[in-house]
C-alpha cells in the first residue's frame, strides 16, 4: 500500500508546492513515488512540464481535480511506494477529499505568526478528517527573534513540529526554475541534506 502524504497550507507564499516537490523527488530515493497537483494555480503542473522539456529522470503525475481526486488515489494506494499531493490552497471540498485520504498531512510554516494563524483552518480541518498532521517549518532564517517567537507559540500550543527544518535557501528556487528537487540540482549543498533528513522523517513516521 502506497503512503500518502498531503502538502496543506491555505496562505500563500508558504512554500507548499515547492515543498511538495522536493519531498517527492528526494522519496524517489526510498521508491515509487507518484505526485499530484490538485492546487488550481498548477505551480507543481508548470514545474514538471518543464522537468519533462530538460529531460530529467521522468516522475508520475497527475493532476486530477473535484470527484477525480478520490478515484485517482484510490487506484494509486494499491501500489507500493508513494504519493505526494499538493492541496488548494483553502479549505474547500477538494482539499477534504484530498486530506480525508492522506496517511500524513503536512502543514508548511513559515516562521510567522500570520502564517501560523493562516494554519489553523487546515490543521483544524485535518484533525476533523482524523488524520495525522506535522508542521514542516519553512524558510527558517539562521537567526530570528521572529522565529524563535512562533516555535515558543508551537511548544505552547504542544503542536507536533517535525525536527528536520528547511532553510531560507536561494536553491529551493533555483532548483524549481530547472523542473528539479534541489538533491538533483545541487546534491552536496545545505538546502539538500535538510530535504533527505525531512524525508527520513517521513520514512520513520511510516515505519521503515
Do not use: C
Request: aromatic share 4%; charged share 20%; hydrophobic share 50%.
Amino acid at each position: 500500500m502506497a503512503f500518502v502524504i498531503a502538502v496543506a497550507q491555505q496562505k500563500g507564499g508558504a512554500g507548499k508546492s515547492t515543498l511538495a516537490a522536493n519531498l517527492a523527488v528526494a522519496l524517489g530515493e526510498a521508491g515509487p513515488v507518484a505526485l499530484l497537483d490538485t492546487d488550481p494555480q498548477q505551480s507543481l503542473a508548470r514545474w514538471h512540464a518543464i522537468r519533462v522539456a530538460q529531460g530529467h529522470a521522468p516522475l508520475r503525475f497527475d493532476t486530477p481535480a473535484g470527484w477525480r481526486i478520490g478515484s485517482a488515489l484510490d487506484g494509486l494506494r494499491r501500489e507500493k511506494g508513494f504519493v505526494v499531493l499538493d492541496t488548494p490552497p483553502q479549505v474547500d471540498a477538494d482539499a477534504a477529499r484530498a486530506l480525508r485520504a492522506a496517511d500524513l498531512v503536512l502543514v508548511p510554516l513559515q516562521p510567522s505568526l500570520p502564517d501560523l494563524w493562516a494554519s489553523e483552518a487546515m490543521v483544524a480541518m485535518a484533525e476533523k478528517e482524523k488524520r495525522p498532521w506535522r508542521y514542516v517549518l519553512n524558510r527558517m532564517p539562521p537567526h530570528s527573534r521572529v522565529a524563535e517567537v512562533v516555535l515558543e507559540e508551537l511548544a505552547r500550543r504542544k503542536s507536533p513540529v517535525l525536527d528536520a527544518r528547511l532553510g531560507n535557501r536561494t536553491a529551493f528556487a533555483t532548483a524549481f526554475a530547472t523542473g528539479q528537487g534541489v538533491i538533483e540540482a545541487q546534491p552536496r549543498s545545505a538546502a539538500a541534506a535538510e530535504v533527505r533528513a525531512l524525508a527520513s522523517s517521513i520514512l520513520a513516521l511510516r515505519g521503515q
